[in-house]
């Protein structure tokens, strides 16, 4: 790993542990302001980081007609809605697969050199430590998301393996402390702070905090040969796009209640977003996260 992604690895431990000992200490704040930080967090810091797609699909697919790049936006866009029809018919289907995808999608978070099986622990360490201390409050998030129907099938499955899952998570940890303490300390971080706080306080650290600030790095590194003007024009287009979808999206959900139109907007939106986001970038981490013109490796 480079100083950048080492720095933040650092920075999103202290983070971390400093915000699970407080709500350890501390009563957790009114679900309502709760769900507002966390759109307010995941929207300013956590969404953007897809925003690099673009620069993905021009480099590692080398798109560069308009007849691709129609393609792409065309494949980009019908991805996204799929899965918001997937929602509004078969909300239930739709919760199993987006904690699913989600797994798959945290688990390339970890440098290269970590095991397959770390990782796997690692990605569902957000989807399924919350359960341990927050069962209530997952569940009014997932009822809010998909009905209550489907909240009372999926978080009984979720809470008998919520703590196995923990007791997995620091095995992993100290196995992966061999090769890598910085590793097993970003793992353990994780599992504290995805545990001990409000489930979306929890999430949104995670997910802005370690996800999206080492995706942002590891996209930045990668495009370093384009210069920084190009890369920021890259990532303009694409973010100002989500927010002009999010804003009719709040307006499609009018009827909803405050509560549960911002954690539909949330959520669903992320989901919309993270399964075309997935089928590009994926190709690119299994390829070693390769940086142009011979810019140095990060991984």
């Known amino acids: 790993m480079t100083t950048a992604v080492r720095v933040q690895g650092l920075a999103f431990c202290c983070l971390a542990v400093t915000v699970g000992a407080a709500f350890a200490v501390f009563p957790g704040p009114d679900l309502r302001l709760e769900i507002f930080a966390a759109a307010m967090m995941i929207g300013l810091l956590g969404v953007p980081h897809g925003a690099f797609d673009i620069m993905f699909a021009r480099t590692h697919y080398r798109i560069q007609t308009l007849k691709g790049w129609t393609w792409f936006g065309l494949s980009y866009l019908v991805l996204a809605a799929a ?19 989600s797994v798959v999608h945290f688990s390339g978070d970890p440098p290269a050199g970590t095991s397959t099986v770390s990782r796997v622990i690692y990605g569902g360490a957000p989807v399924l430590l919350p359960a341990i201390w927050h069962e209530q409050e997952v569940f009014q998030l997932f009822a809010m998301l998909a009905g209550d129907g489907a909240a009372s099938n999926v978080l009984p499955w979720m809470s008998l393996v919520a ?15 061999r090769t890598s303490p910085r590793t097993a300390f970003e793992m353990l971080s994780v599992g504290l702070v995805v545990t001990l706080p409000p489930p979306l306080i929890g999430f949104s650290i995670f997910f802005c905090g370690m996800h999206s600030a080492r995706h942002i790095l590891r996209s930045v590194a990668y495009g370093r040969a384009l210069g920084a003007r190009q890369l920021a024009l890259a990532g303009l287009g694409p973010t100002v796009l989500v927010f002009a979808i999010a804003a009719g999206a709040w307006w499609f959900l009018r009827t909803a209640s405050l509560d549960a139109r911002m954690v539909q907007l949330i959520f669903v939106g992320l989901a919309a977003v993270t399964v075309p986001h997935m089928v590009v970038i994926e190709r690119v981490r299994f390829a070693g996260w390769q940086p142009l013109r011979g810019v140095k490796n990060l991984k």
């Open 83 to 101: 899965v918001v029809a997937l929602w509004l018919a078969a909300p239930g289907l739709f919760l199993i697969s987006f904690l699913a995808v």
């Open 163 to 177: 703590v196995p899952w923990g007791v997995a998570l620091i095995a992993a940890s100290i196995f992966e402390a």
